[in-house]
């Protein structure tokens, strides 16, 4: 960016705020209105903006006030200056957009996996997977494990799996294990697949895939349950680590104007990781936490015991920043992985039917009623993944039973993911939102993206017209609330709004747009879907996901003005300062 003299005086009258002037001109207040009562002033002002307010009228602002991190007044930078304190900070945009800060609602928040681990989610050939894990074992111990994410076979020029056999020739005196990007299968070597006593002759765990050649050889690839037989075996990451995987996270987000996240999964010691950084005041995102609540009765009573202990939703630690928010559930897999539990068979290669398979519920579905009935009994908000179909009757079908014996409004129980609801799922999920604020979609439009070419291979063309159908949604007058779901893809939810309008592919394997765009939503809807809708299923939508006064200040400005840009550019748009609570913790300035 240029930046004339004026800036840099400007800069160097407020260096006490540096990174801010630095891209941002920021000056004293010049005018006060002499009536001025102070408690309704702000302390930092921004001005000549366009703000995005994402209120009821999707209002768009020049100016706002905030005072003590709250929005206070919203309007022209007359009225704002007007009511701004002599001493008040200003920040002027100079024509630039902010919107809410943006809220991911499915975020394994957490970057510890790809600090320390292979990082695959840009690699194109399997000999890149390859050389990667030559590099690392040559200086690694015998014996000590290598492992790695990210990598896709949708995106690999072979159009196949990374198998045992590529990765041994380079491997052989440690175990290997790389996981997919989805997170629901992964590699492991003639090494790790000895250590878990993975062989011809092992069964195929409950819930689990171990995938075979012609001849009936593991070839490496493990699915779903199946995992757990090699990287039950991985040592954990250490708190240290995984300190430092959170705190990246969060800058990382920081750094893409978001400022909120529901973490499915806060299992271990994240959630003390969570409370720690909260008392050492180095939070920078909003966390909504949910426990994950196992497969059987047994493991659902004790993370009952522990949701029981905890403040219930809205209730929050340190003002709104962290939630102990309820118990995500699992129904069934993946879609990339054709685990998911459909009506229909799933496909190979778009054309290919795959007779046999139409995935499976990865719980018992009985089980898993009287696992939702637990909680929902007492009063404990559930998310569940739901990816096929089928599963998805059978999620919306259970919240529907348990609120007719128990009818309790607020709890919004949620469907995650949500991939391809029925008509009946539909119309069943508007009439619980209707009649008891529940049966919530959230849903990661940057699937069709980042893993839209596998999507593609597995839906088939019929059934993939209706993923993630939000033109649908938003005339049935259903809400549902945006993520990525990382490191399933990235997290950047720049990408889930430009996917939710464009439903573009990465690669376009099976061309550009294969689900169509007559589910396609504008960028209004989409930006309501990662901020106030968003905000909804975090149970904060009085806190935030809406500048509007009485709201808390968080921010974010962008280069360039989302609602007027060409839609592909969307997903190019580039944060430039980030406020949460009216403070600053990113400037594109400081940052380079
Ligand atoms: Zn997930």
Known sequence: ????????I????????????????????????????KSDSGDLILINGKIITVDQ?????????IHDGKIVAIGTNEEIRKIAAKDSRVIDLRGRTATPGLIDTHCHFDETERIYGLELSKITRVSEAVELVRQKTSSSKPGEWVTGSGWDEGKLTELRYITAADLDKVSPGNPVWLGHTTGHYGVANSYALHLGKVSRQTKDPKGGIIDRDAAGRPTGVLKEEAMGLVTSLI?????????????????????????AAKDPGTEGIRWDLYQELLKENKSTVRIFALLYGGRDLESARAVFARLQAQPKPPQSFADGMLLSGGVKLY?????????????DPWFKKRTEIEIGNTGYPNIDPQTYRQMVKLFHDAGIHVSTHAVGDRAIDWVVDTYADLLREKPTKGLRHGIIHCNIPTDHAIETMARLQRDYDSGYPETQA???????????????????????PYQTYT?????????????????????????????????????????????????????????????????????IGSLEPGKDADIAVW???????????????????????GKVVYTAAESK
């Open 1 to 8: 960016m240029k930046r004339n003299l004026g800036w840099f």
């Open 57 to 65: 009228k999707d209002s768009i602002a020049q100016a706002l006030a």
């Open 331 to 343: 129904m069934d897999g993946s879609g990339g992985g054709r685990t998911a539990w459909v009506y």
């Open 446 to 468: 940057p699937f069709m993206w980042w893993i839209g070419d596998i999507y593609a291979a597995s839906f088939g063309a019929k059934r993939e017209q209706r993923l993630m």
């Open 10 to 37: 400007r800069w160097l009258a407020f260096a006490v705020c540096p990174a801010l002037a630095m891209f941002l001109s920021i000056s004293h207040a010049l005018a006060q209105s002499p009536s001025q009562n």
């Open 475 to 543: 005339q049935k007058n259903i809400i549902w609330a945006g993520g990525s779901d990382y490191p399933v893809t990235p997290f950047a939810a720049r990408y889930g709004l430009w996917s939710s309008v464009v439903r573009k592919t990465l690669n376009g394997v099976y061309g550009s747009q294969p689900f169509g765009t007559a589910e396609s939503v504008d960028i209004h809807t989409a930006l309501k879907s990662y901020t106030i809708w968003a905000a909804h299923q975090l149970f904060l939508e009085d806190r």
């Open 235 to 259: 040592p954990p990451f250490s708190k240290d680590q995984q300190r430092i995987g959170v705190l990246k996270m969060m800058a990382d987000f920081n750094s893409e104007g978001m400022t």
């Open 559 to 581: 280069d360039r003005d989302l609602y007027s840009i060409p839609s592909d550019e969307i997903k190019n748009l580039h944060c430039e300062l980030t406020l949460l609570r």
